[in-house]
């Protein structure tokens, strides 16, 4: 048996073995050069082998890797949060940290759960949320998102707390000469008649993913969308939580992505590029009105995880983040994100088998069609993202595939998410690998 064999357990097959990374490149054991069109999941943001972040984690390792953190506080936590809340003083005021994006999203859920019952309103529990959502792997997280093939092994343990609305996903459910107004106010009115139907006193939240990014791959919003949900939810107070574990932090070109819609949410979830991979930690940002309610109460919040905000870890994200705003990598991930885009659209948008090119700053998906004209998906059992990613590694490009069934439509895409320093030239290379693996891939297919 090898040591392969002993991670997974029923190998699909045999992953390739990455020993190094380097700027946007990963090395595996047999010398293979792969450039990391997804940053992994979203996450690296600045490349792999950063010396700053590597040195000051090893500062940090030399003073203190942990510490207790219901009985003490460290440095790096403190300056991480002052550096998170300080950013937007008026919408946040306070920051946990927990370990993973999933963690962060089921701390939010708890926060807002225990805020309600501060608030005397206990009855509270129910939440609304987005079909084709993703909100992590904890079995709360789990059950508030609508990831399909995750979910279902665990189908009869969810709590009976959740209801869905349609997300804003413009390439399939948008209909013919309906303008973006009259889209927008057609989910609006959904999200109201849900809030109607459940009774908005027993609503805790609605959540969504201000970008969602696995289960749709990078669909926007139409202007208006995210106003009009606010709209919804501050007409029955309910909570607004923005999930942006995977879209924050710079990766649509500006440090949150809710900055483009005209709205602030009133708690939010970070993880990905938060320390950039370097460590694993993600963040809650608390907004005033849930915070007051504590304060008020004089209650700590009733959650607590081990590691959470954990030193090193916080050390980690520190640096990422300094780095992020001296090198103005939000700044530049929106200025390559817009090369990016235009090369998407330009090399795919002619290609009869990619449906849609969308997204922003550095969040791009390409959804893959059967048929372009009837926007008539690939018979799911042949799993073409998947098989596009697959051919790209060959290829010597890594980029995350997602596809799922839902309602009776099948989605296909790839998302591409490269660190925020990759350059116009290392683009350009992303995207002729990319066109080489989607024609090969297409070719591949019995007909
Ligand atoms: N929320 C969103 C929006 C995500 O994209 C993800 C991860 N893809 C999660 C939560 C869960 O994060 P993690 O895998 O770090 O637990």
Redesign the pocket.
């Known amino acids: 048996m090898s040591a392969h064999d002993l991670l997974y357990v029923v190998p699909k097959s045999t992953p390739p073995k990455v020993v190094r990374g380097e700027g946007v490149y990963l090395y595996t054991d047999d010398n293979k050069k792969i450039l990391d069109g997804t940053g992994g ?1 979203a996450v690296s943001s600045l490349g792999y082998g950063n010396h700053e972040v590597i040195d000051s984690m090893k500062t940090q390792a030399e003073k203190l890797c942990y510490v207790h953190n219901m009985s003490f506080t460290n440095e790096p936590a403190e300056e991480l949060a002052h550096m998170l809340v300080s950013k937007n003083p008026d919408v946040f005021a306070r920051a946990y940290f927990a370990n ?6 089921e701390s939010a859920l708890k926060f807002v759960l225990q805020y309600w019952q501060l608030r005397g309103q206990p009855e509270r529990c129910h939440f609304v949320s987005r079909k084709q959502s ?4 904890t079995l709360f ?1 789990l059950g508030i998102g609508k990831m399909v093939p995750r979910r279902t092994p665990y189908i009869n343990v969810y709590p009976k707390v959740t209801s869905y609305v349609d997300p804003c996903y413009t390439y399939r459910y948008q209909k013919e000469g309906e303008t973006d107004e009259q889209y927008v106010y057609r989910l609006e009115k959904q999200l109201e008649d849900e809030f109607l139907v459940v009774g908005p006193n027993r609503i805790a939240a609605f959540i969504a ?1 201000t970008v ?3 289960c749709l791959g990078c669909t926007t919003a139409v202007d208006g969308y995210f106003k009009a949900v606010r709209r919804v939810c501050d007409k029955y107070d309910i909570i607004l939580i923005l ?5 924050g932090l710079g990766r649509t070109g500006t440090y949150h992505a809710w900055e483009q819609e005209g709205i602030a949410p009133d708690i939010q ?1 970070n ?2 590029t938060l320390a950039a991979g370097y460590q694993p930690i ?1 963040s809650v940002l608390i907004g005033h009105r849930i915070f007051k309610a504590f304060e008020e109460s004089n209650v700590q919040m009733a959650n607590f995880h081990t590691y959470q905000a954990h030193p090193l870890a916080c050390s980690a994200a520190v640096q990422v983040q300094k780095i992020v705003r001296r090198d103005k990598l939000v700044e530049r991930a929106a200025e390559t994100g817009k090369y990016l885009g235009e090369k998407l659209h330009q090399t795919f948008d002619s290609h009869p088998h990619v449906g849609d090119v969308r997204g922003k700053g550095l969040f791009w998906g390409l959804e893959f069609v059967n048929d372009k004209k009837t926007k008539q998906w690939f018979d799911p059992q042949l799993k073409v993202a998947a098989l596009v990613s697959k051919l790209g590694i060959k290829n010597g490009l890594f980029l995350n595939p997602g596809s799922g069934t839902y309602d009776g439509v099948h989605g296909d895409h790839i998302m591409v998410a490269p660190p925020y320093v990759i350059t116009k030239e290392e683009v350009n290379s992303l995207i002729s690998i990319l066109s080489k693996s989607i024609d090969e891939a297409i070719a591949s297919l019995p007909n």
């Open positions: 999941a993973s994006g999933s963690e962060a999203v993703y909100h992590g792997n997280a993913e969602p990014g696995t999930d942006e574990v995977m879209c979830t993880a990905k993600s």
